[in-house]
């Protein structure tokens, strides 16, 4: 089992900048790719960013493209998720997950562990 406790969640006017940490336990040396995703109220879960544990290869939502950036700690078997410029549509309960597949995909079906979110608001 791996377990996944995100923070950093918090109010943020818009543009503004928050950080966001997702740091795993357990048994993390199966687990390869890290994604954050997202969901707001009344809609699904949507897909954020991902990055792989070696290369480090990273793929982006379009929406988040140029504003966001994920990272990983593999020593501190931590992902971070620096938000910057944020908007209001922001908003929403950010989680992270984990998977052993070896890219950044967007497929939320390809995480097998996931934690239990942290909430963003983003006040206009």
């Known amino acids: 089992q791996v377990q996944l406790v995100e923070s950093g969640g918090r109010l943020v006017q818009a543009g503004g900048s928050l950080r966001l940490s997702c740091v795993a336990s357990?048994?993390?040396?199966?687990?390869?790719?890290m994604g954050w995703f997202r969901q707001a109220p009344g809609l699904e879960r949507e897909f954020v960013a991902a990055i792989t544990r070696g290369s480090g290869r990273t793929r982006y939502a379009d929406s988040v493209k140029g504003r966001f950036t994920i990272s990983r700690d593999n020593a501190k078997n931590t992902v971070y998720l620096q938000m910057n410029s944020l908007k209001p549509e922001d908003t929403a309960v950010y989680y992270c997950?984990?998977?052993?597949?070896?890219?950044?995909?967007?497929?939320?079906?390809?995480?097998?562990?996931w934690g239990q979110g942290t909430q963003v608001t983003v006040s206009s």
């Open positions: 997950a984990t998977g052993t597949v070896s890219y950044p995909t967007l497929d939320a079906t390809m995480y097998d562990y």
């Open positions: 357990g048994r993390t040396f199966r687990t390869y790719v």
